[in-house]
């Protein structure tokens, strides 16, 4: 079955903080829509530089449905070979453009590894930080989460793909290492979501194992983000390229909230919000 909010396998988040517990009000996983402003991002990088454009493609977005807008600007490309920026570069591209998003209205998040732009997007109004290093790269990024009181998005990592791995092993050690720098930073339970990085220091087969398995993940108690658009391991099964892979970003959603995803992160936020909705309204009639 789709998990929708009748069903016990998604988080109850009683006691979540405001802006989660909003979203997960939904009958079905909450949307993130996802804005690169990136030369270099895998699958549209370069496409919203333009600060108009960008914000052009915030409004569509948040016209499909998206419930939330991910607004990252230095590419972490899953398979390597992204150029990495400054703070201050990051900024830079986010300067034009980041207020105009967060006057839109709806939550944004900030997608950014480095605590000094993550607290830049906070001041200008961003509302919940996504760290693709789980708090464990920049070693300001916790005391600042928790300092702000904001929900954190703590994926898991690696600097490589290691196939010789137990890919579920590890990415449940990796989040109570997570969980564990949160506590001591004094960041609440309540203010965390989890998501096992698609695709992130994953061979193909680990990225779907993760997708597969994800239900395992649910012990922790937590919210789960899963961010599997246009992923590469969707064109191990199916060859493809990046904006080709629609059909397969679909089918790992669904199947992601199936197994107790509560947001879906997504470069096609119509096409991701009709797929879920028809699903649950579907369920509902079981």
Not at 60 to 68: K, S
Not at 78 to 100: D, K, T
Not at 113 to 126: I, P, Q, R
Not at 136 to 155: E, F, K, S, T, Y
Request: proline content about 6%.
């Amino acid at each position: 079955m789709v998990a929708t909010s009748k069903n016990p396998s998604r988080s109850a988040g009683a006691a979540a903080h405001p802006i989660l517990r909003a979203l997960k009000a939904r009958p079905c996983p909450a949307v993130m829509g996802v804005l690169n402003i990136t030369p270099d991002s895998f699958s549209d990088g370069g496409a919203f530089l333009d600060p108009s454009l960008a914000l052009a493609q915030a409004e569509r977005m948040i016209a499909e449905g998206a419930d939330l807008i991910d607004i990252g600007a230095e590419s972490t490309r899953p398979y390597g070979g992204a150029q990495a920026v400054s703070a201050e570069q990051e900024m830079e591209r986010l300067r034009p453009v980041l207020a105009q998003v967060i006057a839109l209205g709806v939550p944004v998040s900030i997608d950014s590894m480095k605590a000094e732009v993550t607290a830049f997007a906070l001041d200008a109004g961003a509302v919940v930080a996504n760290d693709v290093w789980g708090l464990q790269r920049d070693g300001a990024m916790a005391a600042l989460v928790a300092a702000r009181n904001v929900p954190i998005i703590v994926m898991h990592n690696r600097d490589r793909a290691d196939p010789a791995i137990d890919i579920m092993r590890d990415i449940a050690d990796y989040f109570a290492r997570s969980l564990d720098i949160a506590a001591r930073a004094g960041i609440p339970a309540e203010n965390i979501v989890l998501d096992p990085g698609i695709g992130f220091g994953k061979t193909a087969e680990q990225s779907m194992m993760a997708l597969a398995r994800l239900a395992e993940l649910k012990a922790f108690g937590l919210p789960l983000l899963v961010g599997a658009s246009r992923k590469r391991f969707i064109a191990s099964v199916v060859p493809s390229e990046p904006g080709e892979r629609l059909g397969g970003s679909i089918a790992a959603h669904l199947i992601a909230a199936q197994n107790g995803a509560d947001i879906i992160r997504t470069h096609d936020v119509a096409e991701t919000v009709q797929a879920l909705r028809v699903a649950a309204a579907i369920e509902d009639k079981a």
